[in-house]
């Protein structure tokens, strides 16, 4: 079992910086790849980014290339996402999810555990 804890959303202007985080409990945490998502207003939550165990592969959607960084630390059992250059289409609320897996999926089906999200709003 994995719990999630989304933290550091917030309110910015467009242009600016956010560095997320994903704090997870269990003492197998390294074992589990991770994905953040996202869910706008009257939209379905999409795939934003994905790690492998190791962090030796990473998987972006295509609208935060070049934009967002997700990295973990598995010593401190987090995972973060460093968004760059934010737009107001970034605004959304952001999960995390976790699953025990080789390959980090992009599906929500591919993952087990979620956290409660993190709003982000980025203003123009």
């Known amino acids: 079992q994995v ?8 309110m ?3 242009g600016g910086s956010l560095r997320l985080s ?4 269990g003492r197998t945490f390294s074992s589990y790849v991770v994905g953040w998502f ?10 934003v980014a994905a790690i492998s165990w190791t962090a030796s592969r990473t998987y972006y959607a295509d609208s935060v290339k070049g934009r967002f960084t ?3 630390d598995n ?9 760059i250059s934010l737009k107001p289409e970034d605004t959304a ?7 025990r897996r ?15 999200g993190t709003q982000v709003t980025v203003s123009s």
Do not use: H
Request: aromatic share 12%; glycine share 10%; hydrophobic share 35%.
């Open 3 to 10: 719990q999630l804890v989304e933290s550091g959303g917030g």
């Open 12 to 14: 910015v202007q467009a």
């Open 22 to 25: 994903c704090a997870a409990s």
């Open 38 to 47: 996202r869910q706008a207003p009257g939209k379905e939550r999409e795939f």
């Open 70 to 72: 997700i990295s973990r």
């Open 75 to 83: 010593a401190k059992n987090t995972v973060y996402l460093q968004m």
């Open 93 to 99: 609320v952001y999960y995390c999810a976790a699953a």
């Open 102 to 116: 080789v390959v980090p999926g992009k599906t929500r089906n591919d993952y087990d555990y979620w956290g409660q």
